[in-house]
């Protein structure tokens, strides 16, 4: 599985660049992205643009990684489904529990709107 990995300031964008997603592979990813929660910089972006096909069982993990990102207050959006890979969430019902953004843009803004969140929590928590 071919993955471009670029590092911004507050997330890391990944990009899956192979047309298939498996489970096998998506169990693979899956155990990478969590590495990132070890780091400062915690939050993700998933660029799925080149994936036009994924097993049930790929999206299953990746809902179980996000959820596990959320627990440990980060960000993980997915953006940029091909109309394929989303028609195919939607029929498993699986689109409704993923964060999902058009763009990689819209997938920034959300984190950041995350981000903001989190701190206002933090504020409360402290007051």
């Known amino acids: 599985m071919k993955v ?7 997330f890391h964008a990944i990009s899956v660049e192979t047309p298939q997603l498996s489970a096998n592979m998506a169990a693979e990813l899956s155990n990478d992205l969590v590495k990132f929660l070890q780091s400062s910089n915690r939050n993700i972006v998933l660029n799925l643009k080149d994936v036009t096909s994924i ?9 179980k990684v996000q959820q596990k990102f959320y627990e440990e207050n980060a960000s993980f959006i997915v953006c940029c ?4 890979v989303e028609e195919f969430l939607d029929k498993e019902d699986l689109l409704e529990l993923m964060n999902v953004t058009p763009t990689e843009s819209e997938a920034w803004d959300i984190l950041q709107m995350e981000e903001i969140e989190r701190e206002l ?6 007051g």
Not at 55 to 63: G, H, M, Q
Not at 81 to 84: A, D, K, R, T
Not at 121 to 126: A, H, T
Request: charged share 45%; proline share 0%; hydrophobic share 25%.
């Open 81 to 84: 489904l091909q109309n394929s």
């Open 121 to 126: 929590m933090n504020d409360e928590g402290e």
């Open 4 to 10: 471009k990995t670029d590092t911004k300031e507050k």
């Open 55 to 63: 097993d049930k069982e790929a999206a299953e993990s990746l809902v």
